[in-house]
C-alpha cells in the first residue's frame, strides 16, 4: 500500500483522493495531480470524466449527461449537486532558496514531505532532499519520522493528521507562531504546552466534469451528503472543513488542520455569518458573540461559554434590563400583551 506524498498516510491505488489530507491523486500510481488534470505527468495515465449523478462517462465539451440528462453548465447557474471548484490544501509554501528535486529537478517547498512529481522524500523543515531510509536530515538535524502517541503508527514528521486514530498534530505554536514538527508536548521555541486533538475526517466523493471538480463529502454522523462550503449538513447539523473535510466545533471558524477561514456558521439554520454576532442575519436566532452558541431573547448570560450579554431595545439600541416592560430611553413597549 503506498503512501500519500502530501500527508504520509496510506492510500489504495485506484483512488483519486487522499482519504486524509484531500489531496487529488493519480489513481494509477499515487501522483500528486491538480483537481483540473485529465493526465498524470508522471505516469502519463489517462482518465475518463464521469456525471457526478449517474457516474455515466462524459467528455469535456458535454454541458448535459447523455445518459441521465443532469446538467453541467447553464446559464441560470449550477445544478444539483452544485458545481465548486474547491482550493488546494493549504499547506506551508515558502520557498528554501529556490531548491529542486534532485531526481526530477521540480521546485520543492517547506512543509512538503516528499517532490509532489516524483516523490523523492524532502525535510519538511527546510526542504533539503534526503535518502530514502535516512533518519535524520543532514542540514537541521531533524528526525524525519515519529511515533503517534495515541496509536503508535509511524508516521513522516510533517503530517498533520494520523490516518490511523484521526489525531490532529498541531502544526504551529498558537501562542508564538512557531512551525511545529512531529508530536511535540511544548514548543520549542516558547516552552508553552502544545495541543493535539482527535477529530474525524469525512469521505469526500468527487468527479472532475470538463474543467470543474464537482466534490461533496460524506457527513461522518448520518450518512449525507452535501457541500460543506454551503454549511452544515442539512439531516444532521454536522459542520465540516469546506477544504480538508475535518469535523469542525460549532463555535470553530477556523479550521485546525488546515486553517482554512470558513466562518461560523448559524447552528439553527446553518447560514454563514460574521464572527461576533448577535444574531443570525438570515433566521434572526439570537446568539452569544464569544461563542457562537444560541441564546435567548432575555438571557444575560450564555449557557455555553459564560459570556455576560447585554440587551439592547430593538427601537434605538439602547441596554435595557431583563425586567425592563419599556425601554427606559424611547419608551417602546416590550410588553407582548399591552
Known amino acids: 500500500m503506498p503512501d500519500c506524498l502530501r500527508c ?3 492510500i489504495e491505488l485506484e483512488t483519486d483522493l487522499c482519504p486524509h489530507c484531500g489531496a487529488d491523486l493519480c489513481p494509477a500510481c499515487g501522483a500528486l495531480v491538480g483537481p483540473d488534470d485529465t493526465a498524470c505527468p508522471v505516469c502519463g495515465e489517462t482518465w475518463t470524466l464521469a456525471c457526478p449523478r449517474c457516474d455515466g462517462e462524459v467528455t469535456p465539451t458535454d454541458a448535459v449527461c447523455p445518459h441521465c440528462g443532469f446538467v ?25 532558496g529556490g531548491p529542486t528535486c534532485p531526481r526530477c529537478g521540480t521546485r520543492v517547498y517547506l512543509g512538503d514531505p ?73 514548543c520549542p521555541n516558547c516552552s508553552q504546552p502544545v495541543t493535539h486533538q482527535e477529530r474525524t475526517t469525512a469521505r469526500s466523493i468527487s468527479r472532475r466534469v470538463g474543467t470543474v471538480l464537482v466534490r461533496w463529502a460524506v457527513c461522518p ?41 470558513s466562518g461560523a456558521a448559524c447552528p439553527i439554520c446553518g447560514a454563514g455569518m460574521t464572527p461576533g454576532a448577535p444574531e443570525c442575519p438570515a433566521c434572526g436566532q439570537p446568539l452569544c458573540p464569544d461563542c457562537g452558541a444560541t441564546v435567548g431573547e432575555d438571557d444575560t448570560t450564555c449557557a455555553n461559554c459564560g459570556a455576560e450579554l447585554m440587551l439592547v431595545c430593538s427601537e434605538c439600541s439602547g441596554e435595557v434590563g431583563p425586567g425592563d416592560t419599556a425601554c427606559p430611553h424611547c419608551g417602546a413597549s416590550f410588553d407582548t400583551n399591552a
Open 8 to 10: 504520509g498516510g496510506p
Open 72 to 96: 453541467f453548465e447553464s446559464d441560470s447557474g449550477p445544478q444539483e449537486p452544485e458545481d465548486e471548484i474547491w482550493p488546494e490544501p493549504a499547506l506551508e509554501r515558502e520557498q528554501p
Open 114 to 186: 516528499a517532490c509532489a512529481t516524483c516523490g523523492h522524500p524532502l525535510c519538511p523543515r527546510c526542504g533539503t532532499a534526503v535518502d530514502e531510509d535516512a533518519e535524520r536530515c543532514p542540514h537541521c538535524s531533524l528526525e524525519l519520522t515519529f511515533t503517534c502517541p495515541s496509536c503508535s503508527m509511524e508516521l513522516l514528521s510533517g503530517a498533520e493528521v494520523c490516518p490511523d486514530c484521526g489525531l490532529i498534530f498541531a502544526r504551529r505554536c498558537p501562542t508564538c507562531g512557531e512551525s511545529l514538527f512531529r508530536a511535540p508536548d511544548r
Open 221 to 261: 454522523v448520518c450518512g449525507a451528503r452535501f457541500l460543506p462550503s454551503k454549511g452544515p449538513c442539512p439531516t444532521c447539523g454536522t459542520r465540516l472543513c469546506p477544504q480538508c473535510s475535518l469535523m469542525l466545533l460549532p463555535e470553530e471558524s477556523t479550521c485546525p488542520r488546515c486553517e482554512f477561514e
